[in-house]
């Protein structure tokens, strides 16, 4: 394989985590905390798939978008029982409850699906672009998924900056007090926060399932954890530090893979974000403000 | 009737009871200063009115409304806009944004961008400076800014906690030449302030407050020359 098929592919590995962060960077951003559960709605959006596809034989984008509903209605639900109640407690016991209901997720998932690993269907049904005399190949995952990110991130971008809604969440990631005096309802908007956060998880979870077919309890875990590196690498908070990380994380990734070695690439991966914290403690995007008195 | 009334407040931090049985109103058109030294409760009691603060005992009503239960962001729409203290305006967001997240809950876009007109040509810096951000305004700024995002709500009372804190004395001077004028646009004003010299020159009535307890009240030019209150708010 020549370098530019590592380099698409590590494009579009990192597309994946790249929507996966933005879950978690809206949710730190907004609920100040970190959701380490979000991996796992991953993997149930896979599962929901998994099971619309093979056992209702639906058409693959019908169970995209079941499991996007599904999805969004966890993350709702997650957020209502687990950390609402959580609101004025320590970021200690928040992160806790986040790691357990992490394993509640697995567990369920585990109880009805047993631990073998399932085969995904995948839900891209493309041609295969083929450039340079066939030295470079661009599957239709890859090619959807690179696409998806880019829609995603250019939608989310104007539903913040130009809708009420996306101004509100804004107005509530600075100050929740002060947002409520303008009248912002800041539960609903932390809700809303889940719902887009899990929305995209699902989509995560379908390209992913897709392009690395093989279906476990834990298979949201590890692109959970990478996409977090990838958010906090990029500047937790920040939407497009989500995006730029991401897609960073897994180009490096790929290429740490093909040149160096395979087992050493996640090591690699993690190296960088040490790096990059120690010089740039923000991450790449992140900002500190200081308010004038 | 009155516009706002208290009735018997109490509001605890915790176990710390903060507020202990506080009673005052605001009629419509008036301008009411709340004054007391660090501590007192002021910003306890306006939190508490504005509903961002759940309250331990008694009552308070708005226009008639009974709002002792309601949350902060159904206060708004009633028509109580709160200035809160430090400004806390949204530092990473344009003035324009600002001023626009203040009228949320305004749904006619037409007479918002009329509201704005009124606002820019209150404070005309606002609209200087409408695509900077914020946290990039001067103190002063900031405050002006604050106030033109409350106004966006078109309240018909505002309350405002210590508008004049860290600020020049020409800003002082500026900020309540503003005071004045809401109040007299038909604003009714709930006034907080530790510069008590100047809240008592442009307020219609006072309360004095201490530790959590009222222990005065009267018409401002009476309490301007009550001996007690010379010599603890005025220096005198
Ligand atoms: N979040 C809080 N938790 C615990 N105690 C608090 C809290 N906020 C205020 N208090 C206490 O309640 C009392 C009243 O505080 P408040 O902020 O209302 O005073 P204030 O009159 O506004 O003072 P200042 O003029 O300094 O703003 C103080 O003793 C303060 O220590
Ligand atoms: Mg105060």
């Known amino acids: 394989m020549s370098f530019w098929n590592y380099l698409i592919n590590g494009l579009s590995l990192g597309s994946v985590y790249a929507i996966i962060a933005l879950g978690y960077t809206m949710v730190y951003g907004i609920a100040k905390m970190l959701n380490f559960a979000h ?101 239709g995952e890859t090619q959807i998924t690179i696409i998806a990110c880019i829609i995603i991130m250019i939608a989310l971008s104007l539903f913040i900056k130009k809708t009420k809604a996306g101004q ?100 690699i991966v993690f190296s960088v974000l040490i790096i990059v914290l120690l010089v740039k403690p923000t991450g790449l995007l992140g900002k500190k403000y200081s308010e004038k008195v | 009737m009155a516009m706002l009334e208290v009735k018997d407040l109490e509001v605890h931090y915790g176990v710390i009871k903060a507020i202990k049985g506080v009673s005052f109103e605001v009629n419509e058109g008036e301008v009411v200063s709340l004054i007391g030294a660090n501590g007192a409760g002021k910003t306890t009691i306006l939190h508490a009115v504005s509903g961002l603060l759940p309250k331990s005992k008694g009552s308070i009503t708005f226009e008639g409304t009974d709002i002792t239960k309601v949350p902060a962001h159904k206060i708004v729409s009633l028509g109580m806009a709160h200035v809160p203290e430090g400004r806390r305006v949204f530092a990473q967001l344009s003035v324009l944004e600002n001023l626009k997240l203040g009228a949320y809950t305004r749904n006619d876009k037409k007479e918002m961008e009329s509201t704005l007109k009124m606002i820019y040509e209150s404070f005309p810096r606002l609209e200087e400076r409408k695509n900077q951000t914020a946290g990039t305004l001067s103190g002063g700024e900031q405050q002006m800014l604050a106030m033109g995002r409350a106004l966006m709500s078109h309240p018909k009372l505002i309350l405002m906690d210590e508008p004049s804190m860290g600020l020049s004395p020409i800003f002082v001077e500026e900020i309540f030449n503003i005071i004045k004028k809401i109040s007299s646009q ?51």
């Open chain 1, 39 to 139: 991996g796992d709605v991953i993997m149930v959006g896979g599962f929901v798939i998994y099971t619309i596809m093979n056992g209702a034989g639906l058409n693959p984008l019908l169970a995209v978008l079941i499991s996007i509903v599904a999805c969004t209605v966890l993350g709702v639900v997650i957020e209502k029982v687990a950390y609402k109640p959580l609101r004025k407690a320590t970021p200690l016991a928040v992160l806790i409850t986040a790691i357990g209901v992490s394993y509640l997720l697995q567990n369920v998932a585990l109880l009805i699906f047993g631990s073998d690993a399932k085969l995904f269907t995948s839900v891209v049904n493309m041609t295969p672009i083929s450039l340079a005399d066939g030295q470079i190949v661009i599957t």
């Open chain 1, 168 to 267: 509100a969440m804004l107005a509530v990631s600075e100050d929740k007090d002060a947002a409520e005096l303008m009248g912002i309802n800041v539960n609903g908007t932390i809700s809303l926060t889940f719902a887009i956060g899990s929305g995209l998880a699902a989509v995560a979870g379908a390209l992913l399932c897709s392009a690395y077919p093989t279906l476990t309890p834990y298979t949201g875990s590890m692109p959970g954890i990478k996409a977090f590196v990838a958010a906090v690498f990029g500047g937790i908070g920040s939407i497009p530090g989500a995006f730029i990380g991401g897609i960073l994380l897994g180009i490096i990734e790929n290429l740490s893979k093909a040149y160096i070695s395979s087992q050493m690439a996640d090591a």
């Open chain 2, 186 to 236: 038909g604003t009714t004003v709930l006034l907080v302030e530790q510069n008590a010299k100047k809240a008592l020159s442009i307020a219609d009535r006072a309360y004095v407050l201490e530790t959590g307890n009222i222990t005065l009240s009267g018409d401002a030019n009476v309490l301007m020359n009550d001996e007690s209150v010379k010599k603890a708010y005025l220096g005198e």
